[in-house]
């Protein structure tokens, strides 16, 4: 479970402004695992809200979701209950680094946006990821393909327009989102040959409401990025007090784009693709 960000007091409202980008890439992946004829088996690890679920759903034969915070759970089984009242998906709350499934189990394992909220290890070596990745190897079926849907350190810096207004949040995701060259020889040591990674230019993971330029001062709207949540009060209060200024004084949505620029060229997450050899 998410050390600091409250899912159960959120999961009402975080569905609202998050959407599952990238769509184009994690089903090519999917495809990547497909043996003609036979039933795809699928495990969406750390499923929160169902958001990729949802989509993936339909390009699969069977879907086990799981994801530890039941107030999550419970907004991805309302949001899917049509494909759970024909068991085409399961949904069992637990953890991702201890994985309630037999060896070899399935064609393919998803994490999108969840490995950073894992525990790093005290010595900075992201414990957490590895464990999760490490049992995603062992339900995999050998030439099962991983999808890791994660932020880059670049893209954390580049790819949000408001996350230099807090600047300690950002510098706590540092340590808990491991670096891409990191994850790569990661998932080398753990058996998974890594096909590539690719990153889709043309999303945002807020949606619509990423270009809210007043966004920073709502507290519902703060709550759909737990970013926010590793900011201190204090900083809060500055990128509050920086938002009302540049409205009054009219620049608010210049201010907005000009801070927004760089993410058309590094996007806001990365999708890793490997498979188990």
């Known amino acids: 479970m998410s050390k600091y960000e409250n899912y159960s007091e959120v999961a009402q409202h975080y569905d609202t402004t998050r959407q599952p980008i990238g769509s184009e890439i994690l089903l090519g992946a999917l495809a990547l695992a497909r043996q003609s004829g036979a039933p795809f088996r ?26 530890i915070n039941p107030g999550m759970l419970a907004v991805a089984q309302q949001k899917l209950a049509d494909g759970a ?83 300690t949040a950002l510098e706590k995701l540092f340590g808990r989102c491991i670096p891409a060259a990191e994850l790569e020889v990661m998932l080398g040591e753990l058996g998974f040959a890594v096909e590539g990674r690719f990153v889709p230019l043309d999303g945002v993971l807020q949606g619509a409401a990423y270009a809210d330029a007043e966004g920073p001062l709502k507290p519902e709207w703060r709550k759909t990025d737990s970013s926010w949540a590793l900011a201190p009060a204090g900083e ?21 784009a000009e801070s927004d620029a760089p993410r058309r060229q590094v996007g806001q997450t990365t999708f890793f693709v490997a498979r188990k050899i």
């Open 42 to 67: 699928l495990l969406d690890a750390g499923c929160g809200a169902g958001a990729y679920a949802h989509l993936v759903l339909p390009h699969v034969d069977h879907l086990e979701a799981i994801d």
């Open 85 to 167: 009242k024909d068991c085409r998906i399961a949904f069992h709350q637990g953890s991702i680094e201890s994985l309630p499934f037999e060896t070899a189990h399935f064609d393919g394992v998803m994490f999108n946006q969840v490995l950073h909220h894992l525990e790093t290890g005290g010595d900075g070596g992201f414990s957490g990821h590895r464990s999760a990745l490490a049992e995603a190897h062992r339900v995999l079926r050998p030439g099962g393909v991983v999808s890791v849907n994660c932020c880059s350190h670049e893209q954390l810096r580049q790819g949000f327009w408001f996350m230099h207004l807090i600047p």
């Open 236 to 256: 809060i209060a500055a990128a509050e007090a920086k938002i009302r200024e540049l409205r009054e004084m009219g620049g608010l949505d210049s201010y907005l």
